[in-house]
C-alpha cells in the first residue's frame, strides 16, 4: 500500500500563486511515476500533470502548460505542483496519483491516489 498526502491548497486571487505538495508513504518513491489530476465541481477528473521516476521527463495538460511546474524530491519522497498565473478555472480539487506498475510516461492508469486538497481562485 501507498498512501499519498496533498497540501498546499487553499484560496487565492486570479494571478497567483500556489505549490502543492504530496508526500508519499513508502520508500520506493523513486520507482514511482507520479502525476496530479484535478477536479472541478460538476465536471469530470482531467489529468494535469505528470513526471517520471527521475524527474528528467514531464507532461502536462494543455490548460496549464507555460503555468504549472510539476517536480520531485525523492529523498523526501515528495512531488510538488507549483501553480502559477492561476486562473478561475482552475478551481478544482486537486488529486495526487502513484503509478507503480512502470506504465508510459502519458498513461492515464494510476495505482494510488490520495485524498486530494482543494484550490479556489477567485476573480
Known amino acids: 500500500q501507498v498512501q499519498l498526502v496533498e497540501s498546499g491548497g487553499g484560496l487565492v486571487q486570479a494571478g497567483g500563486s500556489l505549490r502543492l505538495s504530496c508526500a508519499a508513504s513508502?520508500?520506493?518513491?523513486?520507482?514511482?511515476?507520479m502525476g496530479w489530476f484535478r477536479q472541478a465541481p460538476g465536471k469530470e477528473r482531467e489529468f494535469v500533470a505528470v513526471?517520471?521516476?527521475?524527474?528528467?521527463?514531464?507532461a502536462y495538460a494543455d490548460s496549464v502548460k507555460g503555468r504549472f511546474t510539476i517536480s520531485r524530491d525523492n529523498a523526501k519522497n515528495t512531488v510538488y505542483l507549483q501553480m502559477n498565473s492561476l486562473k478561475p478555472e482552475d478551481t478544482a480539487v486537486y488529486y495526487c496519483?502513484?503509478?507503480?506498475?512502470?506504465?508510459?510516461?502519458?498513461?492515464?492508469?494510476?495505482?494510488?491516489w490520495g485524498q486530494g486538497t482543494q484550490v479556489t481562485v477567485s476573480s
Open positions: 513526471i517520471n521516476r527521475s524527474g528528467s521527463s514531464t
Open positions: 513508502r520508500r520506493t518513491f523513486s520507482v514511482y511515476r
Open positions: 496519483t502513484a503509478d507503480i506498475s512502470g506504465r508510459p510516461l502519458l498513461s492515464l492508469g494510476y495505482d494510488y
